[in-house]
């Protein structure tokens, strides 16, 4: 059945996060692709876009990328499709980037064509009827079966859809498709699997485009790579003039952001990479062959989940004197004394109080092996998190004053123990925490992604929903 | 990291074993990073261009389970893999972050800091004198 090969154009590993180059973008466009595809979303950047629904990439680069992906796809008449939309594939993120489409194709007078577009967000309710009901939420990466206190602390959850709700879309006639949070990979595998490539190669495919220009050497981002699929094989070439895939380029992609380079877990299955073998076919392109795919014997969705920790005020202290460097750690604990006699213990109060100190171990804390060399000067950035803001403010600010007062016996500057180059603190994010970080399992692969499918015509506005 | 670098180097003893000079692996290596692998673990690449400085960092054994729990000060048991990875000519571990990605007061979100200890761990090199 089918073509004997399809090819996938990747623009962008992290849609929004930086804009894609556009002259690489454009040479591969001219190769007439047959899937434009982009995953737009992470987990990398900490829990604070997820638990406060709000994206890190601004609106402008998002929509320069989708803009030119959609006309793109549209004029070559193949399918755009894009993952966990916003960087966090909530459903608000979905909402907007739906919205861009609309607005594009208006703007440009597109021909009508087919949307699709899914939710990823579960809430906490049918997570907490699924332990009720004896299902465990198993830990990943070493943590415990989920709780009902963790679920309870936590603000929004996504789900993670593997090809499934993709597949579906495609089904539906989508041709052009928003993802909620998704496994990056199963973007691409999703297209490959219904046109009846193997397993393998089409996961294989997934993971070796979802980053696109990082699997090319020299190192560059937000170049346009394209990735082939056969029976047989999948070869991956990059389109920038300056770049290449090479089977070290492209192994090494392998590594990139997971713990092991031989394994990759999806909804449904494990890719196994072991027996991969890379050789240079053109001078920019790498063949791939011998991936495995080990289906497994349920079927388990990740779930990612944010939880609030408090609203969060930040302060700044600077340290000079040699002795002082030498016991910051005293100067720490006596401003901690005070935030604790005026608040109480962080545990009874529900506040926290971080140090971080620059110029000593800032960076990489317990794991810094220099931390007993501090430098000459010291950077503390402090930190102070509680339930309400104005209780934050106040930690912090008595937090880092006191720094000031601290008193050590044989400190020969006694008119303040630290330079202030603002002598007041800042609001910044909330505080999250990344409360889940599990699989549920599921008997149905799309039950816990809410799918829709709708007609956009650039003008007029006639829309109708078609499911 | 103790080892003497090259220069530090005197001139051999007659008759001794071929001299053993280090380098730095931040000199052999091509790629020396650090990244999270998801919300709870950083992993960390070693990438060399060629399979010589590959296979000499590999057999010398200043790069393994028991030297990066060392170097970084944690146990054993926190480091969930460590391969070498022939195909990419690299070596990787991953470690168990003490709080998850971001948590209130989690100085690297995207775990890229951490790898700079491992730059300058000192690779024993059959001295070309």
């Known amino acids: 059945m089918g073509r004997p090969t399809l090819r996938f154009l990747c623009p962008n590993g992290h849609l929004g996060f930086a804009p894609l180059k556009v002259e690489s973008f454009e040479l591969g466009v001219a190769t007439r692709p ?25 609106k402008e680069w998002q929509r320069h990328d989708l803009e030119k992906m959609l006309l793109a796809a549209r004029k070559l008449g193949v399918p755009m499709i894009i993952g966990s939309a916003g960087d966090t594939g909530s459903n608000s993120r979905v909402d907007m980037f739906v919205e861009m489409i609309r ?25 907490g009827a699924k332990m009720a009901a004896g299902e465990v939420v198993e830990g990943l990466d070493g943590r415990g079966p989920l709780t009902a206190e963790e679920l309870e602390a936590t603000d929004r959850i996504v789900a993670v859809a593997g090809v499934h709700p993709y597949i579906e879309l ?3 006639g989508a041709e052009v498709i928003i993802g909620g949070r998704s496994s990056d990979a199963a973007i691409f595998a999703a297209p490959a699997l219904r046109a009846g490539f193997p397993e393998a190669l089409s996961y294989y ?10 699997n090319a050497e020299p190192y560059a981002g937000k170049e346009t790579v394209i990735g082939e699929i056969s029976h047989e094989d999948v070869k991956v070439t990059a389109m920038s003039p300056y770049q290449r895939c090479t089977p ?13 380079p031989y394994y990759e877990h999806f909804a449904g299955g494990t890719l196994d990479m072991s027996g991969c073998r890379y050789e240079q076919w053109d001078e920019k392109t790498t063949r791939v062959t011998g991936p495995k795919f080990v289906p497994s014997p349920e079927l388990r969705v990740k779930l990612e989940g944010a939880g609030k920790v408090g609203e969060r005020y930040m302060g700044f202290a600077g340290v000079r004197d040699p002795y002082t460097v030498s016991r910051i750690d005293d100067v720490i604990a006596w401003a901690r004394k005070q935030v604790e006699e005026r608040f ?28 007993h060399e501090p430098a000459h000067e010291l950077g503390v950035l402090v930190f102070g998190v509680a339930p309400t803001a104005e209780m934050a403010e106040e930690v912090t600010l008595m937090g880092t004053r006191q720094m000031f007062y601290a008193r050590l016996p044989d400190v020969k500057g006694t008119a303040g123990g630290v330079a202030f180059p603002i002598d007041e603190v ?3 994010s909330p505080a999250y925490r990344w409360t889940l970080n599990h699989t549920l399992r599921v008997d149905d692969p799309l039950e816990l992604f809410e799918l829709h499918t709708v007609e956009v015509s650039g003008a007029p506005e006639r829309e109708e929903v078609v499911s | 990291m103790s080892g003497a670098g090259e220069d530090a180097m005197g001139a051999p003893a007659a008759g001794a074993a071929r001299p053993v000079a280090t380098r730095r692996l931040a000199e052999l290596a091509k790629t020396v990073r650090s990244k999270n692998a998801g919300v709870d673990r950083i992993t960390f690449d070693v990438i060399f261009q060629d399979r010589e400085n590959y296979e000499l960092v590999k057999r010398s054994g200043v790069l393994t389970r028991e030297s990066v729990a060392r170097l970084y000060g944690i146990s054993e048991s926190r480091i969930t893999d460590f391969v070498t990875f022939d195909p990419a ?17 989690d100085p690297d979100i995207f775990g890229s800091q951490q790898y700079a200890p491992l730059l300058d761990i000192e690779v024993p090199v059959v001295s070309e004198g």
Do not use: W
Request: charged content about 25%.
């Open chain 1, 34 to 58: 047959d899937f434009i595809l982009a995953d737009s979303g992470s987990d990398d950047i900490g829990p604070v876009p997820l638990g406060s629904d709000v994206s890190t990439s601004p």
């Open chain 1, 103 to 127: 607005d594009i194709a208006r703007q440009h007078r597109l021909a009508p064509f087919r949307l699709g577009y899914f939710y990823s967000e579960v809430p906490k309710e049918k997570v």
């Open chain 1, 170 to 172: 495609l089904n539906r």
């Open chain 1, 205 to 214: 495919l997934g993971k070796v485009l979802e980053c696109a220009s990082f």
């Open chain 1, 248 to 260: 070290a380029s492209v192994a090494g992609h392998a590594m990139y952001e997971r713990s092991n």
């Open chain 1, 344 to 371: 109480g213990p962080p545990e009874q109060a529900g506040y926290e109080l971080h140090y971080l100190v620059y110029g000593r171990d800032g960076v990489m804390g317990e794991l810094e092996p220099l931390r």
């Open chain 1, 426 to 428: 800042v609001r910044v």
């Open chain 2, 89 to 105: 000519y690299a070596i990787k571990f991953t470690i168990l972050r003490s709080r998850p990605s971001g948590s209130p007061g």
